[in-house]
Structures are given as C-alpha cells and as structure tokens.
C-alpha cells in the first residue's frame, strides 16, 4: 500500500509539473530530462487537456466572481436598508453650491431661441458610491432651495444608506434662480413661470448631469415635499424615462387641481385645534366673533388696542387684512405642528398647536389671547412691539398665504395660472371668520394683478388629477395633522402607488431628518420609504442591464 502511494504521488507530481512547464513556456526542459517521448505524448495531451479546461473554469469564475460582486453590493444595500434610523445622527451633507445653464423656454424655439438662464442647484457625493450608487433629486419648491436642503435630512440619512448622489435643484423664479435677474416677475418675463418649465428644467439637468458625473447607468429618485411633492409625482408621470421613483410628501396634487371641497382645508386646520381640546376652539372662534362684533361697530382704536397694531384700522378692507393675517398664524401653526422646535418657515416651538391652545385657554380676555396665540408665529423672538398689517402678511391667490419677499410674488403667479386654490373659511365647520375665494374672485384679483385669466382644470387635465392608475413607482406620504393631507392621495392605489399615512405628522415630516422626538409612526413610515425605494433603485438596475 505505502509503494502503491508513493508511485501514484509521482505521478501526480510529474502532471502538475507538466501543466507548469507548458504555460510558462519549459516544455523542451521537460522533454530532455525527464521521460521518454512516448511517456511524454500521453502527458502533453493529458496536460492540454487540464490546461483547456482551466481556462475555461478561469472564464466562469470570472463572470460569477461579476455577478456575486454585484449581487453582493445589492445585498450590502438591502441590508443597510433594513438599518432603522432612531435617533439623530450627525449626517449634515456638505453641500456644494452650483450653476447649470439651463434654457428659458423649452416649448418656444424662436421666442427666445436657445438663450439660457443660470439654474442654482445643491449637489453631495459625500456617501456616493461613485458611477453605481442612485442619484436622490429634490424637486424643488416655491423658495429658496437652502430651505428645503436644511430641512429634508432623510434624504440625506438616505443616500448614507443606499451610497446615492443627492442634488437639491431650485426651482426657476425662486432663490437664485431668476431667468431676467430683477426683471423676472414683470409682464411678459413672468410668463415663463409655469409648472411645465420647472419639469423640463429638472428632466434636462438630470440627464446632463448623468452625463458630467459619469452616472448614466445610475437609477434617478426624485423627492419633493408640498409643491415639491406634487412636482415629483409629475417627474415621474411625464418622465419615467428619467426617473425610476417618486417619494411625494404632503403634495396635494387633488387640491390644488380644483378638486375636493373647497372648506375642507380650514376645516382641517381647526380639527388639529379641536383634537387637542374643543375648548381651544371655540375660544378661538369666540375671539373672532368679538372681533367681528367691535368691526361692526367700527370700534377701530379697541381693536388696535387689542391686538397691539401699529396703524389704528379704519376701514373693511383692513378688518378684512386683519382676519387674513389672523387666520394664516393657524395655518402655519397647524403645519409646522413638529415635536420638536423649528426654524423652517419661521421659528416654531415644539407642538406649536398645543403651545397655541394652552395661550388660549390660559387667557383671561379672548382677543388678548388671541393677540398672543398668533404672536407664537409673528412674534417668536418677542422684539415686536406692535404688528403691522400689512407686512407681516400680504393677501394673493392663495388663501393659505403666499409668504413675504420677491418668493411670494412668483408663487402668487402660480397660483393665479396652473395652481388653483380656491379655499374658504365659513365660521360653521371651521372655526374662523366667514371669508371667500370664489372662482370669480381669483379671476378679478389675477387680471388686475397680473393681466392673467386663470384656466380652472388645466392641472387635472395635464397631470392626471385622481386618475393614477396608469402611473408607477410614487409613495404618496402624508401626516393626519397636516391640513394638506386630504388634499392629497390618502389610499393605496396598486402596488406600485403606496399611501403612507403617518397619524402625529404635520406637514412633510418624514422628510426631516431623524430626531429624538420623533413619533413611532413617521419612524415606520421612513422605514417602509427606505424600502420601497431600494426596491426601485433594484429593479432598475436590473431593467438597464
């Protein structure tokens, strides 16, 4: 048995050997001092035959060792989204500010040829795992993109996650990004402010950018919140070729296409109120009905007195002004009614809405508790003396308020032409004073201010209204504390057009980053997000290969 071994072993050790000298080229070394050439026959073939088939295992190897290294990335990914994000963590992205040249007027060859304004936009490769990672795209809203950056951590927890490009895009008219400089909002430049514009500028950006950044086989999400939302979900209804996914926070894409009830918004601003106590609703509605009852009388210097207003009121129109300016510190209480303190479209504290009720309630006279309520939204750093009616807030075409500066003016614009907000208070299921915003009076109101005739339905016929079924790849997320909510897509349409419903959200939570405040519903509901899209971003990868 030993001798039986030990000649099999030399064997074995002259076949490797063979093999060897055959591809490093020894073969004669072989032949002169080895064995004979018969010997040597039967092992040159027996060798060429090891050697063929060596190739061809090196071959498969190669191509599995590609495919487990791209099954494993994906895997890397799948198992990093399955990480929950509990807590705040230091992911502040550092962004870098750019400049695209992107066209004026997509739609009009000879107007304006190919003239080109500079688009801002903000860009991180910071956790980018470069040429193979998705590229995370916010649609930017009405104002400065800065805003929306700071305020939109997931995205940026997200591409730690997933290894994706992130880039906050602005939106033509706002921030930076005027296509005529200071002349961007006369008659006719402002023309060009229109939702289909802003959708050509990001489809072009983002295939320009592909190409720069070596990324075009890199799947695109894009994620907006508000008007942002409602700009991604037609991102991905008009460009799917572009865009693999839509992540629309708070988009209201049913309201602000003229369709719902037009006292529903009110009606749901007062609801977060009632849910905290219905005592802090009727109180607020008992301090506009002695507001109301002191107007009648024309009782102005009480009603100055009352509410600390820098000019005594002296007419309708500044009652009018004045229950405007009211009614909107609610609105955005209501929205921004976050965990935590804030300082994203004013400076909020924590659960501003209970903070609003606990001032009313603790008031000994209405209208001075109501002076004070609102101060929570005009007044945070407490350096007012008195309120100006007409600065603080400006009445447009949208009844929610069109904010202050040049921003305002464009997203009146806006909402004079594509974006329709007829919304009104009625003082029976809302707990504000009766005020209209008839179709006829958006009509009025834009001719004088903007010499433009507002098309009711064209949103809903564009971009689809409640007709989604055709569509693919949006999560349609919304908080039930956000009076935006139920202007937006509540139910999960089909597998691939999800609803996430976060029941102690306001508006756009989910897209902030991860606090330790946060409720274990927008937990969740960021959780189920991740998912979805790595799914995506998945699929396509495997559609492009």
């Known amino acids: 048995m030993i001798e039986q071994f030990d000649r099999s072993s030399s064997m074995g050790h002259i076949c490797h050997l063979q093999f060897f000298l055959l591809i490093t080229g020894c073969e004669d070394f072989f032949k002169l001092h080895w064995i004979s050439d018969l010997i040597y026959g039967v092992f040159v073939r027996m060798a060429a035959r090891w050697l063929f088939l060596g190739f061809m295992l090196l071959i498969l190897v190669g191509k599995a060792e590609t495919r487990l290294s791209v099954a494993s990335s994906d895997l890397q990914f799948e ?3 399955n990480e929950v994000i509990t807590s705040h963590r ?8 750019m400049y695209f040249k992107q066209i004026l007027d997509h739609f009009n060859y000879n107007s304006l040829g190919n003239g080109t304004y500079d688009q801002r ?5 910071q956790y980018w795992k470069k040429g193979y990672g998705p590229i995370f795209f916010y649609t930017g809203n009405e104002g400065d993109i800065w805003e929306f950056a ?3 951590g997931f995205i940026t927890e997200l591409a730690a996650v997933q290894g994706a490009l992130v880039i906050f895009a602005e939106h033509r008219y706002y921030g930076k990004s005027l296509p005529f400089g200071k002349d961007s909002f006369n008659i006719p430049e402002v023309g060009l402010l229109t939702v289909e514009q802003a959708l050509a500028d990001y489809a072009l950006m ?3 950018l592909k190409k720069e950044l070596g990324a075009q086989t890199c799947p695109v999400i894009v994620f907006g919140g508000s008007y942002g939302g409602m700009l991604s979900v037609y991102m991905r209804i008009r460009y799917p070729n572009i865009v693999a996914g839509a992540l629309a926070a708070s988009a209201p ?3 602000t296409a003229g369709l719902g009830d037009s006292a529903q918004f009110f009606q749901d601003v007062t609801a977060d109120f009632q849910k905290i106590n219905p005592a802090c609703r009727d ?7 002695k507001l109301n009852t002191l107007a009648q009388q024309k009782d102005y210097s009480r009603i100055q007195s009352a509410f600390s207003l820098c000019k005594t009121p002296s007419t309708p129109k500044d009652i009018h002004q004045l229950n405007g300016l009211l009614r909107n510190a609610f609105t955005m209480l209501a929205m921004l009614d976050y965990p935590y303190s804030t300082h994203f479209m004013g400076s909020m504290p924590a659960f501003p809405v209970k903070v609003a009720c606990e001032t009313m309630l603790n008031g000994t006279d209405l209208m001075l508790a109501l002076r004070d309520t609102v101060g929570i939204m005009y007044n945070s750093t407490g350096q007012l003396t008195c309120y100006d009616l007409y600065s603080l807030y400006v009445e447009c075409a949208d009844p929610t308020g069109c904010g202050l500066g040049f921003n305002s003016n464009a997203w009146d614009y806006q909402a004079c032409t594509e974006i329709e907000m007829c919304f009104e208070s009625n003082n029976v299921t809302d707990m504000f004073p009766a005020m209209t915003f008839t179709e006829q009076q958006r009509e009025q109101y834009c001719l004088k201010r903007w010499r433009v005739l507002p098309r009711p339905g064209w949103l809903k016929t564009q971009f689809w209204g409640q007709d989604l079924s055709a569509a693919s790849n949006i999560i349609f997320s919304n908080g039930d504390l956000d009076p935006w909510a139920n202007g937006g897509i509540r139910k999960t349409l089909s597998p691939s057009l999800i609803a996430i419903n976060i029941p102690e959200g306001a508006h756009h939570l989910d897209l902030r980053e991860s606090n330790p405040a946060d409720p274990e519903s927008v937990i969740v509901a960021r959780k189920k997000e991740s998912e979805i899209i790595a799914q995506w971003v998945k699929a ?3 559609e492009s290969s």
């Open 79 to 81: 198992k990093l989204n």
């Open 90 to 97: 230091d992911l502040a992205a550092d962004f870098k500010e």
């Open 121 to 125: 936009y903000l860009i991180t490769d």
């Open 150 to 152: 700071l305020n939109s």
């Open 206 to 208: 983002i295939t320009e």
């Open 253 to 255: 894409i049913l309201s």
């Open 283 to 289: 109180a607020v509605k008992g301090a506009f009905q």
């Open 540 to 542: 396509a990868r495997k």
